[in-house]
């Protein structure tokens, strides 16, 4: 939604209170650029109060001799003098629907923007001017930086010039600068008494921002003939010319910076899963500006003056699985700034501070951890969560085995990131010559939707153990995902008779014996996204414990014949629509590993959960058989604070109506531990399961997945990015950035997509299909 145009410079302009001049210095700033032979747009989205007392009339009568150039417009005008929320709601009467929606409100001030931006004839200039302070409400009750913020507009700060206005205006400009504004120009009235532009002209000039005093108006005269000649008598003698050049200066070294990144990106960078040799050139290179809810803001040069540099694009695979709430959510951003200006970063050994308990607390008590784990160790981020939790079972393990007699090896500490790529086959791509792969890796039977219904396919191996029969169809996707219910079928009984067996031929062949279990619960996310049959995997773990292994109804045991590591890095936390697929396989690991979604997209921070037996192995007086294992930003206060923010929002989030309405589409009651749904359509997932060049489609929770018919391409036939598109809505007008996976594509919300987007979203996704079929 953010729009930026080289002859066009917009800038909003908000007050650090009410009453201290943004009118009156909005006008000498329209006048100013109008004496500049500029076109001038002046836009008041929001007005209160009396017609002839309202912000934009008052330019309107001070156009002076330049009213041939200046165009004022009020998008929405309330006549009662209160808030913007208290007048949107009392005109509203008893039908709160009728009350303006920020998407709505923001949509309207976009397009009024690329209006703007298609009169002008030339070098032109617009002010967006808000009300009341940075907190006044918007329409809808939200405040009007967050309200604001998806357009993403360079701002100009009018200060307060009276007593107690510098700690106004400073409070003012950080509310700005934390939610990622750009203040490009602090205006207030040079007052001889309070003198408050001294003191904040040095103190924002540390900041780089420039502070700029000008004359008082004279005070209201009576009679409004004299006030009128006295007025335009201020405003003529006021000097704003200055103050206009720097923001057109600043607004051509934001383009020009803009510009230059594709090329100096090129030359310094080196991207993560990226062949530099496939990338054609700068065109290639995506710019993103800003980011907020689920949408990138993107740069683009363009060659006519009437096109926004700037597109929305979706952020189509939650930027890595990441994203949780959205970009830039300001209670995240907040709850980052609180824990940065209580502790920064502070060393974790043997010390603990709030944030870390609470959400080692909450993890064990009322999260994934609830009824099994006793211990969280923080990491940063899920690949180093992994190397923990590697090392736990490995341990526990090995303390077990060396009791039996064997001896414990001592190894050299280099580092802590090569385990995880040691836990991956020898012949995946993520890995590297260093590399060592320990193990061994089952094929698993994968589910998905094809034709219209749920399909379990078989893997080979597994399909001669079944006496070929490599597919399993269902009516029902809930009977899929009913493992109690399934746990006594044939089917089991072939996976459980073929995991058995393998087992025991590689503890017959002499090799390295096996000391732990790692699953991906559900979803092998970077492995292809494959929809793993949780049949498998339970029965895979009930025959790695041994006979009669504990259920959940059972309390917390020792482990048994191997520990079982869940890597929920990216199915926990409800990406998938459950907060742990605990519930739906009906038994709980050893360990657990709990990243990306954790924090909400904002910091990296990972949780490893351990059960009381795992962390007993390390429990001694002895220092060497302590846990040596630790990163310098360990239980990182503000990556804590953020998590504990982030579960908050999730847990509300969780009830909201979208996730109701979503879970009744999928025929499942809200709350049930493991129900399988999707904020996908289930009616579009079954459309583009029959489409002829699909080979079949999978949903739960934010994820879609589509598998295309093309099993020799390295990429789907769909395009990386798909076109912008022209419906009406603002909010439609958005292209798509997503990620593959060889011929899978894959797409994922954050937990709080608006349903509008994602219906919008499938309709692209259909029509990039229909055409590419």
């Not at 007005?47 to 002076?64: L, V």
């Not at 939610?179 to 207030?188: C, P, S």
């Not at 598998?707 to 809505?729: C, G, W």
Request: with cysteine; hydrophobic share 40%.
């Amino acid at each position: 939604m953010s729009l930026l145009f080289k002859h066009l410079r917009v800038h909003q302009i908000f007050g650090a209170n009410t009453d201290v001049g943004k009118t009156i210095l909005t006008t000498a700033l329209v006048r100013g650029s109008a004496a500049l032979k500029k076109d001038v747009f002046y836009l008041k989205p929001i007005s209160t109060g009396p017609f002839e007392d309202a912000d934009d009339e008052h330019i309107k009568r001070h156009c002076g001799a330049y009213k041939d150039r200046i165009q004022t417009d009020c998008l929405y005008r309330f006549h009662v003098p209160v808030s913007p929320h208290l007048a949107a709601q009392l005109a509203a009467g008893e039908e709160s629907q009728k009350i303006v929606p920020d998407n709505t409100f923001i949509s309207s001030i976009a397009s009024h923007v690329r209006r703007c931006a298609s009169r002008a004839s030339g070098p032109a200039h617009l002010y967006v001017e808000t009300a009341g302070g940075v907190h006044s409400p918007a329409l809808s009750g939200t405040t009007q930086l967050d309200c604001y913020r998806p357009l993403f507009l360079p701002t100009i700060l009018v200060g307060d010039s009276r007593l107690g206005g510098i700690s106004a205006t400073i409070s003012a400009c950080e509310s700005l600068l934390m939610r990622g504004y750009i203040v490009d120009a602090i205006l207030l009235f040079r007052d001889e008494y309070y003198r408050n532009s001294e003191f904040l002209t040095p103190y924002f000039a540390e900041r780089g921002i420039t502070v700029t005093a000008l004359d008082a108006p004279p005070p209201k005269a009576a009679d409004l003939a004299d006030n009128f000649t006295s007025t335009e008598r201020y405003y003529e003698q006021l000097d704003v010319i200055p103050v206009l050049k720097n923001l057109d200066t600043l607004h051509e070294q934001r383009i020009a910076e803009l510009d230059s990144m594709p090329r100096r990106s090129l030359d310094a960078l080196w991207w993560p899963f990226v062949q530099h040799g496939l990338v054609k050139g700068e065109t290639d290179v995506t710019v993103i500006d800003s980011a907020s809810s689920d949408f990138f803001s993107i740069y683009k040069a363009q060659d006519t003056q009437e096109a926004s540099r700037l597109e929305a694009q979706l952020d189509g695979s939650a930027s890595w699985w990441t994203q949780t709430l959205g970009h830039a959510h300001p209670a995240l951003t907040l709850a980052a700034a609180r824990a940065s200006g209580r502790y920064g970063h502070v060393m974790f050994p043997q010390a603990t501070h709030a944030p870390a308990l609470q959400l080692a607390e909450r993890l064990l008590h009322d999260g994934p951890g609830k009824g099994w784990a006793s211990r969280v160790f923080f990491s940063d981020d899920g690949s180093t969560g992994m190397e923990v939790a590697l090392k736990m079972a490995l341990r526990a393990f090995s303390v077990r085995e060396r009791l039996e007699g064997v001896e414990r090896k001592a190894w050299a500490y280099h580092g802590d990131t090569i385990g995880a790529m040691d836990a991956c086959a020898e012949e995946g791509v993520y890995t590297c010559e260093w590399h060592n792969a320990k193990g061994y890796w089952f094929d698993p039977p994968t589910i998905s939707v094809q034709q219209g219904r749920p399909v379990i396919t078989l893997p080979p191996a597994l399909a001669v153990a079944a006496k070929s029969v490599n597919c399993v169809t269902s009516d029902s996707i809930a009977w899929v995902y009913d493992v109690p219910g399934r746990l006594d079928t044939p089917l089991a009984e072939v996976y459980r008779a073929y995991i058995t067996a393998t087992l025991r031929s590689l503890e017959s062949s002499g090799g390295s014996r096996l000391a732990a279990l790692v699953l991906e619960p559900l979803i092998m996310g970077a492995g292809g996204m494959i929809f793993v049959d949780p049949l498998f995997q339970r029965v895979l773990i009930d025959v790695v414990r041994g006979p009669d292994p504990p259920s959940l109804l059972d309390a917390p045991a020792p482990w048994r014949g191997l520990p079982v590591i869940f890597d929920e890095v990216f199915v926990g936390l409800y990406r998938i629509g459950m907060q742990s697929t605990i519930p739906l396989l009906g038994v709980a690991p050893d360990i657990s590993v709990h990243a990306k979604i954790l924090t909400g997209g904002l910091v990296p921070l990972a949780a490893t959960l351990a059960s009381d037996s795992i962390f007993r192995a390390f429990y001694s007086t002895e220092k060497a058989e302590a846990l040596l294992h630790g990163h310098s930003y360990t239980a990182y206060a503000l990556g804590c604070e953020v998590a504990n923010e982030t579960l908050r929002l999730v847990e509300k989030q969780c009830r909201s109506e979208a996730w109701t309405s979503a879970q009744a589409r999928w025929e499942v009651s809200p709350g049930i531990p493991g129900a399988v749904w999707s904020l996908w359509d289930p009616e579009f997932v079954q459309a583009v399961s029959r489409m002829d060049n699909v080979a079949e489609v999978m949903a739960l929770g934010t994820v879609l997945s589509i598998k295309v018919k093309d099993p020799e391409a390295d990429s789907p036939s769909i395009p990386q990015s798909t076109d912008t598109t022209s419906e009406a809505s603002e909010f439609a007008q958005f292209s798509v950035h997503f990620r593959t996976l060889g011929n899978v594509a894959y797409f994922m919300t954050s937990l709080n997509t608006a349903p509008e987007i994602i219906r919008s979203l499938e309709d692209k996704i259909w029509k990039a299909l229909t055409k590419s079929g």
